[in-house]
């Protein structure tokens, strides 16, 4: 069974600092995996997705990875700036049971 | 292009009681989702939709819960009797095939008393 684990569970940092947000999975036959930002009483929002074929996704300041044999996956945030509050989730599709598998996110805060 | 929409956007209701949450996904989107998040988890899959068709219905409690998707494109998703654990927020989502991006709509909180 997929499961699909964030550290930290929540994060502070100063504005312009450069943070990473971690994900693991235990199941490497992942058919993608897609990183979501969620605002405080919304929906999720897309930000990337990365096939299981590549090793990286970058759009704007944001660069994701994917290592399907270490289990893992990092959202790399550039220069960050207080509206990159949110909390980041990461799900992954699994090859076998076809079903996408969230992580509990790791809500962001970027002080001014 | 106008994301996905949902409604209500909330809904408070005594336990027992029926209620409906409504969903219309992104036009020409095939696969429809409906998830349960509670707060501080990510969401947890309900049921999908590959145009009428429910694909993957494992994890929707069947006693209590139902959903439809006439016609492949908008959806309806009734609990009938809510209880207490109930409450949480149900997202829709869609997308143009299984495995592409997914857009959410902005989800409807639901608390039971």
């Known amino acids: 069974k997929q499961e699909v684990t964030q550290i930290p569970a929540a994060l502070s940092v100063p504005e312009g600092e450069n943070l990473v947000l971690n994900c693991s999975f235990t199941d490497s036959a992942i058919y993608n995996l897609q990183w979501f930002r969620q605002d405080p009483g919304k929906g999720l929002t897309s930000l990337l997705l990365i096939q299981s074929s590549q090793r990286e996704q970058t759009s704007g300041r944001l660069n994701a990875s994917l290592d399907k044999s270490s289990g893992r996956s990092t959202l790399y945030i550039a220069a960050s700036q207080p509206g990159d509050s949110a909390t980041y989730l990461c799900?992954?599709?699994?090859?076998?049971?076809?079903?996408?598998?969230f992580g509990q996110g790791t809500t962001l805060q970027v002080k001014p | 292009e106008a994301g996905v929409v949902q409604s209500p956007r909330y809904k408070i209701i005594e336990k027992k009681q029926p209620v409906a949450f409504w969903c219309n996904p992104i036009?020409?989107?095939?696969?429809l989702y409906w998830y349960l998040q509670n707060l501080g988890q990510g969401p947890e899959l309900l049921i999908r939709y590959e145009n009428e068709e429910a694909v993957d219905d494992s994890q929707l409690p069947k006693d209590r819960f139902s959903a439809e998707r006439l016609k492949g494109v908008d959806s309806t998703l009734k609990i009938q009797p809510a209880e207490l654990g109930d409450s949480a927020v149900y997202l829709c989502?869609?997308?143009?095939?299984?495995?592409?991006?997914?857009?959410f709509g902005n989800g409807t909180r639901l608390t039971v008393t």
């Open positions: 799900a992954g599709l699994s090859s076998n049971t076809g079903k996408l598998i």
């Open positions: 036009s020409g989107h095939n696969t």
């Open positions: 989502a869609s997308s143009v095939r299984d495995g592409s991006p997914l857009h």
